[in-house]
């Protein structure tokens, strides 16, 4: 098991702690799928969502709260059945605006692994009003349960009144749509060719810029990211900072980090590159690779 469970795992109910205790290999990253949580359920003797409930202290166990040590733990629950966990992470003697919330973070694990729609969030605090506006960017995003301890679950509707969103925008095809934008690249790399199909599949209705950034650990381990816009553009998810989450999801350290690569389309009002820059100097005195490619 790893060592960042040992603690967490005595806080769940004793079931279902020898149930999970052989998942928590060190590849566990927080998914864990359809049959293996019913397998969860089944020993546990409980509701499905009362056993993600008290998963939770698992999920915020992913956290890595460099300032506050305030850990927060999120499970997105996929229509395929799969749950994503999440957690916060916040950049040590860096601005506040680098953090991620452990909701984007479950968000965007479900997402990175192909889910195209989210049908529950069950979170440890409730969530704040940008995780709101982030949650309501998704595919029937008002329509998302939400689940607190000791609360009845609730749709985002209740949390988010009056919501604004991508349809005040035009937007008709909002986060987790199936969509490929296909580019123009030829690399035999085989990091710059996965970054491509990642920035192909990022959401980027409001400028364009498809963008997508993939980090490449010492033993060769590929972490990406997708940029992620939001209607209300500051709630929007960077693709570094996308990276940089599913990275720590893995348990995996900033020293670690050998190579970081950026795509972004040509036709995008704006580039992400300063942004990645200063994200990536942060953690790790390694150059980004910034490659512009162009839609075909
Ligand atoms: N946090 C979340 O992860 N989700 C929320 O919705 C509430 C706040 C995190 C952000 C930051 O890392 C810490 O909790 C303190 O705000
Ligand atoms: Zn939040």
Redesign the pocket.
């Known amino acids: 098991m790893q060592n960042r469970f040992i603690d967490s795992i005595t806080q769940l109910p004793k079931p279902v702690a020898t149930a999970l205790i052989p998942l928590l290999n060190e590849d566990f990253c927080g998914h864990i799928d359809a049959s293996q949580l019913a397998t969860l359920v089944k020993a546990s003797d409980m509701t499905e969502e009362a056993l993600l409930l008290s998963l939770l202290p698992i999920a915020a166990a992913l956290?890595k709260?460099s300032?506050?040590e305030?850990?927060?733990g999120?499970i997105a629950k996929g229509e395929s059945g799969d749950i994503y966990m999440g957690?916060?992470?916040?950049l040590a003697s860096e601005a506040?605006f680098h953090?991620?919330?452990?909701?984007?973070?479950a968000i965007s694990h479900a997402w990175l692994n192909g889910e195209q729609k989210i049908v529950d969030i069950v979170?440890n605090?409730?969530?704040?009003g940008?995780?709101?506006q982030f949650i309501n960017e998704l595919v029937s995003g008002i329509d998302i349960k939400i689940h607190l301890p000791g609360q009845q679950p609730q749709l985002l509707a209740h949390y988010l009144p009056y919501a604004f969103g991508p349809k005040d925008l035009q937007v008709t095809k909002p986060l987790l749509s199936k969509s490929n934008i296909e580019f123009s690249l030829n690399s035999d790399d085989p990091m710059i060719i996965e970054a491509v199909d990642q920035a192909g599949l990022s959401y980027a209705p409001y400028t364009k810029n498809f963008a997508a950034v993939v980090i490449e650990t010492k033993d060769g381990r590929t972490y990406c990211g997708r940029y992620a816009e939001n209607a209300a553009f500051n709630p929007s998810m960077m693709p570094m900072q996308m990276a940089l989450s599913n990275l720590i999801r893995h348990d995996r350290d900033y020293s670690d980090i050998n190579r970081v690569v950026l795509i972004e389309s040509s036709a995008g009002k704006v580039s992400l590159v300063n942004a990645t820059m200063d994200t990536l100097q942060a953690v790790a005195a390694v150059e980004l690779e910034h490659i512009v490619v162009d839609p075909s």
């Open positions: 956290a709260p300032i506050s305030f850990y927060v999120a957690a916060n992470f916040e506040l953090t991620v919330h452990a909701e984007q973070s979170v605090f409730s969530p704040c940008h995780c709101r």
